[in-house]
């Protein structure tokens, strides 16, 4: 019986001092602070703070929250309306332009139109004109060479002996010139004569230099002052109001 209790305490002492020694398990198991801490996952990254820094560390906190919140509270700005266009006079004429004049009818058109009270609106500009020194009468070429001696033999027939045969290198080779005529009345009047003899497709030509002139332009004006310039230009040649090329 001794023998039993003997080996029994024995048995009991060696089981406490293994339990102890951590052969059974750690003592105590997530129950103590330093073993928990032995048992976390990279336990270096582990910092413990001191009562001041954990208080900061919470004000902190709570601080971010609370901005948080205001900026949830605050209603969101509107978006801005996109400013609509001006709008623009749609009974405005855009570009309106007159010319070519001569330096003195320049002169006379500029003066005339100042009592308008337009010249903000008024732009002088060059226009290309020419300056008709004659007038040809003359009938087209058709043909070619053998045209122009078709229609030669035609004009005989038909009494009409002044003309020649145009040549050279320019539009009217092969044409047949009848006449050239310083005004326009004394071209007409032949026209006029060859139309009785039967003669059919006769043609007057301007001819002369190319050179620039004064036109002027007019923008955003309104249709009454449109036609009152209208009714100026057309006192000059050559001039009448038109829209802007």
Known sequence: MLKFVFW???????ALLAYGQGVLGQPGAGEREPARLKNQLAPERITQLTAVEAKRAL???????????????APTPPTPTPAAPVAVAANLVACVQTGPFS?????????????????????????????VTSRLVYLPP????????????????????????????????????????????????????????????????????QVMRA??????????????LAGIADDYPNAGLRDCD
């Open 103 to 131: 330096a003195a009818d320049a002169r006379r058109f500029e003066a005339r139109v100042a009592s308008l009270d337009i010249a903000a609106r008024q732009s002088r500009v060059e226009i290309p004109f020419q300056e």
């Open 142 to 209: 058709n043909g070619g060479r053998e045209g122009a001696q078709r229609r030669a033999a035609e004009l005989k027939e038909s009494g009409v002996e002044n003309f020649y045969i145009m040549q050279g290198d320019s539009p009217l080779r092969w044409a047949i010139s009848l006449g050239v005529f310083k005004t326009d009345s004394a071209a007409q009047k032949l026209v006029a004569q060859l139309q009785r003899q039967g003669v059919r497709g006769v043609q007057i030509l301007p001819r002369g230099p």
């Open 215 to 228: 036109g002027y332009q007019y923008r955003a004006i309104e249709p009454p002052l449109r036609a009152r």
């Open 8 to 14: 029994a305490l024995l048995a009991a002492n060696a």
């Open 59 to 73: 004000d902190q906190a709570e601080q971010e929250e609370a901005e948080e919140a205001t900026q949830e509270a």
